[in-house]
C-alpha cells in the first residue's frame, strides 16, 4: 500500500456516497446549527461525532436556575475569583465548547492569570474545564520562544482532531506578540506549516484556546482578542492551604459531570425557549460569540433576579497590557505645546521631545543613529492611534520619513485645525 495509493482512497472519499466527513469529535453534548443537541454517535448532516460514554448518554437538563447556579458555583468554590464577573466569565468558558457549533465563528483565548504562584490556575482549567468537557484533564502545552514554533506547535493540535488547548505557563518577561495566536483566534481556516516540512496545509480550526500565567503581558493586537479570568489569593503561601471543600477535585467532578452538562444544557434550553436573544455585551471580532454566551448568562440570571456581571472590566484589563498608551498620549501632549508643532517633523527631532520627556527610553541604543531607527518603529505603530483627539501621519520621502500631527480633517494642503 504506498503513498500515492493512500492519496488515491482519501481523495475518492470526499465523494463517496458512503463515507462522513467528520468535521466535530465532541465528549459533551454541542448545540448543532438546528438548535437541536447532538445525539451518542455520528450526526452525519454536520458531520458530527459525540463520543459519550454512557453514563451521559441521556443528560437531563436541569430546569431550576437556582440549582443550577448551586452546582456550578460549588464546582469552582475552591478557587479565589477575584471579583464575581471573573467567575462568571469563566462560566461562560464552560459554555463555549458546548456552542462552538452553532456559534460558528471566532471564538477569543481565555486568560485565567494570578499575581502568584499555585493559586490553583491549571488545576480550574485541569479538572473543572477538561474534567466536564472531556471527561478527563485536559493536557497543557507550552508556548515557545519564536512565532514560528508557535505555528508548528497550532498545526501539530489541528492534525490531532483537538478542540481545546491548554497554553500552561505564559512568563511576563516581555509582552506576548504572536501573530500565529492571533490568527487562530480568528480565522476559520488555518493555514500551517507540517512539523519537520515546508508543506503547508489549510486546517478546519476547530480550537478553543484557555491559557495561564501569572501576569502575563500581552501586545495590544493579543490582548483585545483575549477574555480575562483573574485568580487573586489571600495568602501569602497559597500552597500550605488544606482548607479545601472538595480535596479531591478530580474525583468529585467526575462524579458530578453529568449533573453539571445538565446545568449548562438547562441554562441554554431555558435562554433557546425565551427566543435566544443576543446579549447586550460587544466585543470587536468575536460578535457571535459574545452575543450568545452573554446572552444566556445574561437570562440565566434574569431568572434568578440577579445581575450580570460576565465581561466587566475587560476593557480596563485590555488598556492595562498596552504599554505604549500612556507613554503615548504624553508624548501628544508635549509634542502640542511646541511652539510650531504645526509643521512636518523628521523622528530626530520627535525622539528630542520624546527623550525630554523621558518617554520611551526603552528604544535607546548605544548610537544615536541605531536610537532614531528604532523610534521610528515606535512612530510607524503609533500612527493612526487617537490621543487628544489627534492622530500621527506618516509622510514617505526619498531621504527622510517625516511625521505630522493632525486631527480629524487633512486636506490636499496639509494639515487642518480641528
Known amino acids: 500500500f504506498t ?3 493512500g492519496g488515491l482512497v482519501l481523495s475518492l472519499a470526499h465523494t463517496h456516497e458512503n463515507v462522513t466527513t467528520l468535521s466535530h469529535l465532541t465528549r459533551a453534548p454541542v ?3 438546528n438548535q437541536a443537541w447532538s445525539r451518542p454517535g455520528w450526526t452525519h448532516e454536520f458531520g458530527v461525532y459525540y463520543d459519550a460514554l454512557k453514563k451521559i448518554e441521556d443528560i437531563e437538563p436541569a430546569t431550576d436556575p437556582a440549582c443550577r447556579r448551586a452546582l456550578l458555583e460549588d464546582a469552582v468554590c475552591d478557587f479565589p475569583f477575584e471579583d464575581d464577573h471573573d467567575r462568571e466569565t469563566f462560566f461562560g468558558l464552560l459554555l463555549t465548547p458546548l456552542l462552538c457549533l452553532f456559534i460558528d465563528g471566532p471564538i477569543p483565548m481565555f486568560l485565567v492569570s494570578s499575581a502568584q504562584e499555585r493559586t490553583g490556575k491549571s488545576l480550574l482549567l485541569d479538572s473543572v474545564l477538561g474534567g466536564t468537557i472531556l471527561g478527563a484533564g485536559l493536557p497543557a502545552m507550552q508556548l515557545g520562544d519564536k512565532p514560528e514554533e508557535h505555528d508548528k506547535r497550532f498545526t501539530a493540535f489541528l492534525l490531532s482532531g483537538g478542540t481545546l488547548l491548554h497554553l500552561d505557563n505564559l512568563t511576563q518577561r516581555q509582552a506576548i506578540d504572536s501573530p500565529p495566536l492571533a490568527s487562530l483566534l480568528t480565522a476559520r481556516v488555518y493555514q500551517g506549516r507540517y512539523l519537520g516540512s515546508s508543506r503547508i496545509v489549510s486546517l478546519a480550526n476547530t480550537a478553543i484556546i484557555a491559557a495561564t500565567g501569572n501576569n502575563p503581558r500581552f501586545s495590544a493586537e493579543l490582548a483585545k482578542r483575549i477574555v480575562h479570568i483573574r485568580l487573586q ?9 488544606a482548607d479545601f471543600k472538595h480535596p479531591d477535585l478530580h474525583a468529585w467532578i467526575a462524579a458530578e459531570r453529568p449533573h453539571i452538562l445538565g446545568a449548562l444544557v438547562g441554562m441554554v434550553d431555558d435562554w433557546i425557549k425565551a427566543g435566544a436573544r443576543d446579549g447586550a455585551r460587544v466585543m470587536g471580532g468575536f460578535h457571535r460569540w459574545v452575543r450568545t454566551i452573554g446572552g444566556i448568562l445574561e437570562h440565566d440570571a434574569a431568572l434568578r433576579g440577579a445581575k450580570c456581571s460576565f465581561l466587566d472590566g475587560k476593557q480596563e484589563w485590555v488598556e492595562e497590557q498596552d504599554d505604549t498608551r500612556a507613554e503615548h ?5 508635549l509634542w502640542k505645546e511646541q511652539d510650531n508643532w504645526r509643521r512636518a517633523f523628521s523622528a530626530s527631532e520627535l525622539w528630542d521631545i520624546a527623550k525630554a520627556g523621558g518617554l520611551f527610553m526603552s528604544v535607546e541604543r548605544k548610537t544615536e543613529k541605531a536610537t532614531i531607527t528604532a523610534f521610528g518603529f515606535v512612530l510607524r505603530g503609533l500612527c493612526g492611534r487617537l490621543a487628544h483627539g489627534m492622530k500621527i501621519a506618516r509622510i514617505p520621502g526619498r531621504a527622510h520619513t517625516l511625521y505630522l500631527l493632525s486631527g480629524d480633517q487633512v486636506g490636499q494642503g496639509g494639515l487642518y485645525d480641528t
Not at 489569593?233 to 492551604?241: A, Q
Open 329 to 333: 498620549e504624553e508624548f501628544v501632549g
Open 31 to 33: 448545540l448543532l446549527p
Open 233 to 241: 489569593t489571600r495568602s501569602e503561601h497559597p500552597e500550605e492551604r
Open 3 to 5: 503513498k500515492d495509493m
